[in-house]
């Protein structure tokens, strides 16, 4: 059990389910994916955007971007993350399937100044990210 991914020190009540009870552990963001039908939804697409509130080097571990970009990828669409904030490692992300990051912050402000833009904010970070792929397009 100590071998099988999400059943280690962090995993007790997971791997006690898989020994005790014939469990199969399944990752939530495939889980999301498949109630959601997302793969079929995702066909044809030119685009996904995705959210999460602090990109760092823990988001390539099972979080939604990471595998939305894995689902959409998969259908050669690529995806883009707009974040919170940006921490260390969010970099790695372009390895794991993002293709592109737009941190929603336009200019240093404390959390709530952003909790209380937030809709401001988002509009403003969707419009750089298409702006820069309409660049990306041969347009300006």
């Known amino acids: 059990v100590v071998d099988r991914p999400r059943a ?3 995993g007790g009540l997971g791997a006690g389910l898989i020994v005790f009870a014939g469990a199969e552990l399944k990752s939530g963001v495939d889980m999301v994916c498949e109630v959601l039908d997302f793969d079929a939804k995702v066909q044809g697409a030119d685009l996904v955007i995705t959210g999460e509130g602090r990109a760092d080097r823990s ?3 099972d ?4 595998g939305v970009a894995r689902h959409a990828l998969a259908h050669r669409v690529p995806t883009i993350l707009l974040a919170g904030s940006l921490g260390p490692g969010y970099e790695e992300l372009h390895d ?3 293709a592109g990051i737009v941190c929603i912050a336009d200019r240093p402000m404390t ?3 952003s909790l209380r833009r937030t809709e401001e904010l988002l509009e403003g970070a969707a419009q750089r990210a298409l702006r820069l792929m309409w660049i990306g397009l041969g347009r300006e």
């Open 59 to 61: 988001t390539i571990y």
């Open 111 to 113: 959390f709530e100044q």
């Open 8 to 10: 280690g020190a962090a």
């Open 63 to 66: 979080k939604a971007p990471v």
């Open 96 to 98: 794991h399937g993002i």
